[in-house]
T-cell receptor, first 113, second 111 residues
């Protein structure tokens, strides 16, 4: 596709449930990032993939959060036992190389009730 | 860890007035990037500065990278309503594994 695609655009879930957020990066981009953005804040880094491997997962807040990119393209961010504090917009970005210009998707707005 | 700070957090101007936002990093940066996020949208890349003291212009926008490569500014001349949005600066961490974003400056322009 022409840009980074994220699905779903909105997700409402109950506290304690499991959710998966999907990101389809720009074709050919080897670097993929997940960020989280709360209202009035800048994007907060979660995890960075170079190819299939998670090169830096230092931003994941705890072990309820996990992400995969099995074939070096599409990535899935998985959140177990969701909490109300997980509510935010989850942004995915891809770039041609690490820390190069980031191309963001439209984000998934996660609401935990 | 690396911190990137931006001031002001918010600015409301009349159309035609100038606007400036400032960005400061706790560490020396190899480069700095600026992004714009429209209300309800996602961050969109504006520009990257690499050299110490570098100044770049994009129409009414002027970007500057400090001599010590720890600060940057974005100046908009004669704002228009289309300039509304939040402006973020971002710098790479030492391992080049991520960009650290500031909290942004939200710009409101009244016609």
């Amino acid at each position: 596709g022409a840009g980074v695609s994220q699905t779903p655009s909105n997700k409402v879930t109950e506290k304690g449930k499991y959710v998966e957020l999907r990101c389809d990066p720009i074709s050919g981009h080897t670097a993929l990032y997940w960020y989280r953005q709360s209202l009035g804040q800048g994007p907060e880094f979660l995890i960075y993939f170079q190819g299939t491997g998670a090169a830096d997962d230092s931003g994941l807040p705890n072990d309820r959060f996990f992400a995969v990119r099995p074939e070096g393209s599409v990535s899935t961010l998985k959140i177990q036992r969701t909490e109300r504090g997980d509510s935010a917009v989850y942004l995915c970005a891809s770039s041609a190389d690490r820390a190069a210009t980031l191309h963001f998707g439209n984000g998934t707005r996660l609401t935990v009730t | 860890g690396q911190q990137v700070m931006q001031i002001p957090q918010y600015q409301h101007v009349q159309e035609g007035e100038d606007f400036t936002t400032y960005c400061n990093s706790s560490t020396t940066l190899s480069n700095i990037q600026w992004y714009k996020q429209r209300p309800g949208g996602h961050p969109v890349f504006l520009i990257q500065l690499v050299k110490s003291g570098e100044v770049k212009k994009q129409k009414r926008l002027t970007f500057q990278f400090g001599e010590a490569k720890k600060n940057s500014s974005l100046h908009i001349t004669a704002t228009q309503t289309t300039d509304v949005g939040t402006y973020f600066c971002a710098g790479p961490n030492s391992g080049y594994s991520t960009l650290t974003f500031g909290k942004g400056t939200m710009l409101l322009v009244s016609p």
